[in-house]
């Protein structure tokens, strides 16, 4: 199942183009051009909230508000051609956790998406939860895999990075990402080479299952849905 995005924003060629980029990544989007539309297409199922500031029928700001008032902490990037600094400093007093100043580059908001995506997946425990596909089952609490109900002999390395693949899965993950996801577990320093290694190791381990984990050439790696 693909992270969900709702995405508020009331330029239309902006929305469009963004759209396009988030779609291409795998994501699921939902967009709203007002703040009427907003409430009405907000759940419990979205993953996360771009948030232009200005809207037609008021701000993001008092849509952030509302939002963490229910007690939801669904993560919420500010899109503002603001950039006063009082501006950015209200909307993260509000309940923010990122923002970008408009007109912003696709990777740079891609990169931002994804980080705090991944940090409200630790802060919800998701590593908590099994993950199952094809002959496998994971347990990332556990740190167990299993195939077919039995144990699969797998080193800690590359079971930290199949659980940062299966927590982000659907997301492409650029290698660079994976190398500062694995130094941050480990505080052990992890080269490109090491993480081919790591990669190769866990396919192989993985049997056929082991296309679950697609290579996005050029930029990193996929654990498809």
């Not at 007002?34 to 996360?48: C, I």
């Not at 509302?66 to 006063?84: D, Q, W």
């Amino acid at each position: 199942m693909a992270y969900k995005i709702l995405m508020v924003e009331d330029d239309f060629a902006l929305a469009m183009g963004t759209e396009y980029a988030l779609l291409s990544e795998g994501y699921e989007v939902v967009k709203a051009a007002n703040l009427e539309a907003a409430r009405k297409l907000y759940d419990q199922s979205t993953d996360l909230i771009l948030l232009d500031v200005m809207l037609p029928d008021g701000t993001g700001f008092s849509f952030c508000e509302e939002i963490r008032k229910k007690g939801s902490r669904v993560p919420i990037i500010f899109l503002t051609a603001v950039s006063e600094e009082a501006n950015i400093v209200q909307g993260l007093e509000l309940g923010a956790d990122d923002y970008v100043t408009k007109p912003y580059r696709v990777k740079e908001l891609l990169s931002r998406i994804a980080a705090n995506i991944r940090r409200n997946a630790y802060n919800k425990g998701s590593y908590g939860n099994a993950y199952t596909f094809g002959h496998h089952c994971f347990y990332p609490e556990e740190f167990k895999l299993l195939k077919d109900e039995k144990p699969v002999d797998c080193t800690t390395s590359e079971l930290k990075l199949l659980r940062i693949l299966l927590v982000n899965k659907g997301m492409v993950l650029e290698r660079r990402i994976l190398l500062e996801r694995l130094y941050d577990i480990d505080g052990e320093f992890i080269d490109d080479n090491t993480l081919s290694v790591y990669m190769k190791r866990l396919r192989d381990r993985l049997g056929e299952d082991g296309s679950f984990i697609e290579t996005v050439r050029g930029v990193g790696y996929r654990f498809r849905i």
